[in-house]
């Protein structure tokens, strides 16, 4: 079985600041693995993906995730946030062949932009 | 832009009445998700279908819940009777054959009372 566990379900940064955004995988095979962003009212849009390529990812918005094996995680970072950045964002998994059999999401984290 | 339309956007309804959620999938995806979104127990996968086949409806509670594809460019989520238990926002989400980038709908929020 494959799950995802993020770290935080509130995070708060100061407009400029860095944003980390935890996310931390367990699979028994090859994981894909993806972050998501939710605004208000708004279904979830795709921000990134890793699918055994590059293990640094770069999204839309200036987000980008870093694979990292021995530690089973995909961090999501953006170098400085933007009041936009205000949203839920998900961490998800799904597996190298698993083809489009649905993802599984974390619990989700709010970022919180300070001006 | 191509995208997963959703209706109704928002439905309150009474306690043990039929509420019928529709989804119209992006042209030519032929994978077809049902999530639903709750505080408490987060994003849950409902069911799925690919080629109008359900694959995997293990997530829905099946006596009162009900998916369906009639064709390829309707997807159906019913609950009858529903429950206040069942307020919740609804997920549409298709995909491309092969691949596993879901794209979503904006949701059906339910509200029973």
């Known amino acids: 079985a494959q799950s995802v566990t993020q770290l935080g379900s509130h995070v708060s940064v100061s407009e400029g600041a860095l944003v980390l955004l935890r996310c931390n995988y367990s699979?028994?095979?090859?994981?894909?693995l993806f972050w998501y962003v939710q605004y208000p009212n708004q279904g979830l849009q795709l921000l990134l993906k890793y699918t055994s390529a590059a293990t640094l990812v770069k999204g839309i918005n200036g987000f980008e995730a870093e694979f990292k094996k021995s530690e089973t995680s995909f961090h999501l970072t953006k170098p400085s946030a933007h009041m936009s950045d205000a949203a839920e964002y998900f961490c998800?998994?799904?597996?190298?062949?698993?083809?489009?059999?649905?993802?599984?999401f974390g619990k989700g984290t709010h970022l919180i932009i300070q001006p | 832009d191509a995208r997963v339309t959703q209706t109704p956007r928002h439905k309150v309804t009474e306690m043990g009445q039929e509420v019928t959620m529709r989804c119209q999938p992006i042209l030519g995806h032929n994978t077809v998700f049902w999530y639903r979104q709750t505080m408490m127990q987060g994003l849950e996968l409902l069911a799925y279908?690919?080629?109008?086949?359900?694959?995997?409806d293990s997530g829905m509670p099946k006596d009162r819940f009900s998916a369906e594809m009639p064709d390829a460019t309707l997807a159906t989520l019913k609950i009858q009777p529903s429950e206040p238990r069942d307020s919740a926002v609804y997920f549409c989400a298709s995909a491309p054959s092969g691949a596993n980038v879901l794209t979503f709908g904006a949701g059906s929020r339910l509200t029973v009372l």
């Open positions: 699979s028994s095979v090859p994981p894909y």
């Open positions: 279908f690919r080629n109008r086949a359900p694959l995997d």
């Open positions: 998800a998994i799904n597996y190298s062949g698993g083809g489009a059999d649905g993802l599984t």
